[in-house]
């Protein structure tokens, strides 16, 4: 059976929730004064942070378990998941809105949450700038005086007029939209509005960036566009941004570092290339990105960095690279993606190290720049994108070829399905 990629176009996160005000209080510097730059210079480390929700006394609805995480100062590090895989509540975790049940939480020389020591810096004492789905810019207020809400609401400081107006102007020059400053909340475009939140989140210079899928309101093209902003700034900012998102696009090209998650289980953390060329379970493969995959058998153990023998369901022999040891027999899946997969006539000849699969076209969609085949082998139909010159007619025979070194053998399950613990608090 072909699998090929399905996520979720939601998220359920708490994104319509009073956290959005929340957040804004939740920027708060107690360290005003210090630069940007210097504030960037964070290194952010999260240990064995927990935080489960249980719908009874057995079973459990969900949360985060065991993450572990350090990231370097200035990174953009995703969270990558289906709907309800516990990306929000991590985010909530970090910014303070939500107690974790255990872990530790770092950023630079302060400890924000130890739960072996019983420290929980609350949130408006986290230096932490947050934007969320639903970005929520007053209406009734200025460009100016919702970027500037931070700065009259904060507790611990009070900012003079000329502090407030420097501070705003300054965030509102980062995000691309000086000179707006006293247009009505209520005539911003979809993107300005994104931006107004986003110098909202910046405008009391915290070290940390908490981004909860802030993209997902927005059009396909706005989207795209914002996409490329948001990096550019973060990059500019050089500020460490924790990003959410469930589309796997934007993970891959706005992250240096992508965790996938899985049911409240980091289940990969790499690059967005390793992510893609490496997945280390079916999950990753067939949830980053569209893949063939198909069930297969290791025939003799593989020792983990190279090739070994898989045969296919079906009874098909193949040549796999694996990056685990595995053991003879194991029940695999084979992972191969369209772009790996070519097409060719049967009088082709097979290139070294190919593998080849007879196959029957079974239908063709014309992209422009590729033409997407489905072409039945055995039972299976596999996906193959092609180059736009190719020409086969539906019902053709064909072989299908593709190097050993594109069929990434992977174990169907990394995450252990042990009981949840019961929370500790
Ligand atoms: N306050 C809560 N009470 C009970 N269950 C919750 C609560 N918050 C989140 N959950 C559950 O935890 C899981 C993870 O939620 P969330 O972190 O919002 O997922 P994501 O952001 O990845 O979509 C979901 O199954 C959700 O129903
Ligand atoms: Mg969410």
């Not at 772009?339 to 060719?344: D, L």
């Not at 014309?366 to 596999?382: Q, S």
Request: charged share 25%.
């Amino acid at each position: 059976m072909l699998e090929l990629s399905e996520r979720e176009p939601t998220d359920l996160g708490r994104a319509n929730d009073k956290p959005a005000a929340g957040a804004v209080e939740a920027v708060t510097n107690k360290n005003e004064g210090k630069d940007m730059d210097k504030a960037s210079t964070m290194t952010l480390e999260v240990t064995g942070l927990s935080k489960m929700f249980f719908v009874s006394d057995e079973s459990t609805a969900g949360g985060i378990r065991e993450a572990t995480f350090s990231l370097k100062p200035g990174t953009f590090f995703t969270l990558l998941g289906p709907s309800g895989c516990g990306k929000t509540t991590t985010l909530r975790c970090i910014a303070g809105l939500e107690r974790p049940d255990r872990g530790l939480i770092r950023l630079g020389n302060e400890v924000l949450f130890d739960s072996s020591r019983g420290i929980a810096v609350p949130l408006n004492h986290r230096n932490i700038g947050m934007v969320f789905q639903s970005y929520a810019i007053w209406p009734h207020m200025t460009v100016f005086e919702n970027v500037a809400f931070p700065l009259r609401v904060a507790k611990d400081r009070k900012y003079s007029r000329a502090e407030i107006t420097k501070l705003v102007d300054d965030a509102l020059k980062r995000v691309g939209l000086d000179g707006l400053q006293t247009r009505s909340s209520t005539r911003l475009s979809g993107g300005q509005q994104q931006r107004v939140a986003l110098a909202r989140a910046i405008v009391r210079q915290p070290k940390l960036l908490l981004l909860d899928e802030p993209l997902s309101n927005l059009d396909a093209t706005l989207r795209d566009e914002m996409r490329t902003e948001l990096k550019r700034l973060q990059q500019q900012v050089g500020i460490t941004t924790i990003y959410v998102t469930h589309d796997q696009t934007e993970a891959l090209e706005m992250s240096d570092l992508v965790a996938v998650i899985d049911k409240g289980n980091v289940v990969q953390m790499a690059p967005p290339r390793d992510i893609y060329n490496r997945p280390t379970s079916a999950f990753v493969a067939g949830f980053v990105g569209a893949t063939n995959l198909v069930r297969g058998k290791v025939r003799r153990e593989v020792n983990g960095s190279g090739f070994g023998s898989v045969v296919l369901e079906g009874g098909h022999e193949i040549q796999c690279a694996f990056q685990q040891v595995l053991p003879a027999e194991k029940d695999i899946a084979v992972s191969i993606r369209p772009e790996s997969m070519s097409i060719k006539p049967l009088a082709a000849p097979v290139h070294d190290g190919d593998n080849r699969l007879k196959g029957t076209v079974m239908l063709s969609g014309f992209l422009g720049n590729m033409i997407r085949y489905n072409v039945k082998i055995g039972e299976r139909v596999f996906q193959i994108n092609a180059g736009p010159e190719t020409m086969f007619e539906i019902g053709t025979e064909v072989f299908v070829d593709f190097p050993g070194s594109a069929a990434l053998g992977v174990p169907w399950e990394l995450v252990p399905n042990e009981p949840a613990q019961a929370a500790v608090v």
